[in-house]
Nanobody, 126 residues
Framework: DVQLQAYGGGLVQAGGSLRLSCAAS????????IGWFRQAPGKEREGVSY????????YYADSVKGRFTISSDNAKNTVYLQMNSLKPEDTAVYFC???????????????????WGQGTQVTVSS
């Protein structure tokens, strides 16, 4: 079974940092794109950052560019999201998702992702 587990959320003050982890199992990690999404209360889920674990290409939403960094450790089947300079508007439940993505592609829509993990709460206080 394909499983994704997101963890590492917590409560942090504005300007602080957190690192989220997405541990994957049940599939060949190298052939997939992993995306981080978030959903704030009363808002739609939105894409935050994506990585193709085969070629290392990445994509960031404008709202997090320059503050968040996505990376992967293929030996550990884990993708990380390093979040720096956190703002109260980053408060949300963060999810990771996987998509079979050959040839270095990266789906940029939620519908392109087949497998989803449970969320981890990130709360940034002002």
């Amino acid at each position: 079974d394909v499983q994704l587990q997101a963890y590492g959320g917590g409560l942090v003050q504005a300007g602080g940092s957190l690192r989220l982890s997405c541990a994957a199992s049940g599939f060949t990690f190298d052939d997939y794109a992993i995306g981080w999404f978030r959903q704030a209360p009363g808002k739609e889920r939105e894409g935050v950052s994506y990585i193709n674990t085969s070629v290392g290409s990445t994509y960031y939403a404008d709202s997090v560019k320059g503050r968040f960094t996505i990376s992967s450790d293929n030996a550990k089947n884990t993708v990380y999201l390093q979040m720096n300079s956190l703002k109260p508007e980053d408060t949300a439940v963060y999810f990771c998702a996987a998509s079979f993505a050959p040839y270095g592609s990266i789906p940029l829509t939620q519908g392109g992702y087949d497998y989803w993990g449970q969320g981890t709460q990130v709360t940034v206080s002002s």
